[in-house]
């Protein structure tokens, strides 16, 4: 099973900053299936990266993901209010799919 | 535009059944894999289980395997997952998700709105 660890558990932020979240795999990933999912507070999972670097249809150009092997990375450019919530990565490419942790994304 | 959604959560006793639903629309559900994922209260997402369109390739997590069975209709387009033997620890709410495309290595595009399952006497 694929381990996927993110770092910081929680980030605080003001509106205008960049957030950088981390998210390292105990295997390299097979062809970088790699995604980043957001979640806020009683919603849905929204997916917004995949294949590490591929933002979703409708996805702001704020967000970005880079990385490959066992080190990925999200970046979000230019925080907004809107942008506070959970932030998952997620392994597509070996069964079981496994998540991280998560990173909370707090906008002061 | 698609649609899932979730139904069959509920109260249920340890060691007690349930069967959840996931109704799709939008599309052709025949030929997209399905996903099982939960999150327990206050806790991150898990994947628990995988189905391929035609039902050929199935997958559980070991929390769940033994247990649980994921299941599909492709003539009346919905998705099933039989849980029995419920603990407290599968006490979630469990999303129905389509990927992002008809591939079998895809990420998860669409989720369903979730459905609560408490286990508890």
């Known amino acids: 099973e694929i381990v996927l660890t993110q770092s910081p558990g929680t980030l605080s932020l003001s509106p205008g900053e960049r957030a950088t979240l981390s998210c390292r795999a105990s295997q390299s990933l097979t062809s970088s299936y790699l995604a980043w999912y957001q979640q806020r507070p009683g919603q849905a999972p929204r997916l917004l990266i995949y294949g590490a670097s591929s933002r979703a249809t409708g996805i702001p150009d704020r967000f970005s993901g880079g990385g490959s092997g066992t080190d990925f990375t999200l970046t979000i450019n230019r925080l907004e209010p809107e942008d506070s919530a959970m932030y998952y990565c997620q392994q597509y490419g070996s069964s079981p799919l496994t998540f991280g942790g998560g990173t909370k994304v707090e906008i002061k | 535009e698609v649609h899932l959604v979730e139904s069959g959560g509920g109260l249920v006793q340890p060691g007690g059944s349930l069967r959840l639903s996931c109704a799709a629309s939008?599309?052709?559900?025949?030929?997209?894999?399905m996903t099982w994922v939960r999150q327990a209260p206050g806790k991150g997402l898990e994947w628990i289980s995988y189905i391929s369109s035609g039902s050929t390739t199935i997958y559980y997590a070991d929390s769940v395997k033994g247990r649980f069975a994921i299941s599909r209709d492709n003539a009346g387009s919905s998705l099933f997952l039989q849980m029995d033997n419920l603990r407290a620890e599968d006490t979630a709410v469990y999303y129905c998700?389509?990927?992002?495309?008809?591939?079998?290595?895809?990420?998860?595009?669409?989720w369903g709105q979730g459905s609560r399952v408490t286990v508890s006497s």
């Open positions: 939008g599309f052709t559900f025949s030929t997209y894999s």
């Open positions: 998700a389509r990927g992002f495309s008809t591939s079998s290595v895809t990420p998860l595009l669409y």
